[in-house]
């Protein structure tokens, strides 16, 4: 089994290193917040005192950090000067395009192969092993990552170049974000004429409306037994990490010149949300917002 390196344990990054250990993988656990440490050992990790020293041994270095600015900082203090020759470098933190490729460029300077794997799927999805990953980076390194990362997520996508993980990650959450508040406006306005939650959903999950926001998140109690929507929106996946994730889509929109008006929209929606005293609620949860509540 490999020697890995797992740096930043947090709602994601602590259930996925959870099942590199439950596969027998020697993991090297660090975090900022000792909790998260050491709820990492009690499922079999090894403790670091430092993100330098989680790597020192590693044959692979896996990151799940919460922006850009944080991946550039580890990749350029902690894990490029002190990472041994030969690890494979594995990012799987949502963030910006512009700094996946920039920290790609300083890896292959320094003699590493590294590939930005972000993830969907959510807490659940982490915890069951079950994540889809969007990969950028070499085709060759992506085969050495895949074996890796078939052991914390069933769907292993190689999206092109550096990157390109990234820019797909983006792409999908746009279009899941958008999709919601379309669903959700569906329903308020079915409301508003009458229509049973249960009828109309019976009737558009059959019909060219039906997405994946309606058949396996429905944001309305009662459809969908599973969706967020029957525990008062406790989250799977925040209104906060949808925001961020539209606000970059939306700073790669102005990037490359890219027109996305419903994404923009929905970046200000979201951020109504947000900054309603949401954040922490399930992103499906906007729908009470646009109830009126």
């Known amino acids: 089994m490999a020697k890995v390196a797992f740096i930043g344990l947090g709602n994601m990054g602590g259930p996925m290193a959870a099942n590199l250990c439950k596969a027998q993988h020697h993991v090297t656990a660090f975090d900022l ?136 990650k983006i792409c999908n959450n746009m279009i899941l974000g958008i999709s919601m508040i379309a669903v959700s406006e569906g329903f308020m306005l079915g409301k508003r004429l009458g229509l049973d939650a249960q009828k109309l959903f019976n009737v558009v999950s059959t019909a060219s409306g039906s997405c994946w926001s309606l058949v396996n998140y429905c944001p309305v109690p009662g459809p969908v037994p599973t969706s967020p929507a029957n525990r008062d929106y406790q989250p799977g996946f925040t209104a906060a990490m949808m925001l961020k994730d539209l606000l970059l ?27 309603g005293g949401n954040a922490g609620k399930d992103f499906s949860g906007i729908i009470r917002m646009l109830d009126g509540k």
Do not use: W
Not at 53 to 79: F, Q
């Open 249 to 275: 889509a939306q700073q790669a929109s102005a990037a490359s010149g890219a027109a996305t008006p419903l994404g923009a929209e929905a970046a200000q929606l979201f951020s109504l949300f947000v900054n």
């Open 33 to 168: 917040s000792e909790a998260a440490v050491a709820t990492a050992v009690e499922k079999g990790a090894h403790k670091a005192a430092t993100a330098a020293e989680a790597v020192k041994d590693a044959e692979i270095i896996v990151t799940m950090l919460p922006a850009g600015k944080h991946v550039r900082d580890v990749y350029e203090k902690d894990v490029l000067p002190n990472a041994k020759k030969g690890a494979l470098l594995i990012d799987c933190s949502t963030i910006d395009v512009e700094s996946a490729r920039h920290v790609a460029v300083e890896a292959k300077k320094a003699g590493f192969e590294m590939i930005d794997a972000p993830v969907s799927g959510g807490v659940g999805g982490a915890t069951a092993g079950t994540l889809t990953f969007m990969v950028g980076g070499p085709e060759a390194s992506f085969g050495k990552a895949k074996p890796i990362l078939e052991k914390m997520g069933k769907n292993i996508v190689h999206a092109g170049e550096s990157g390109n993980g990234q820019a797909a």
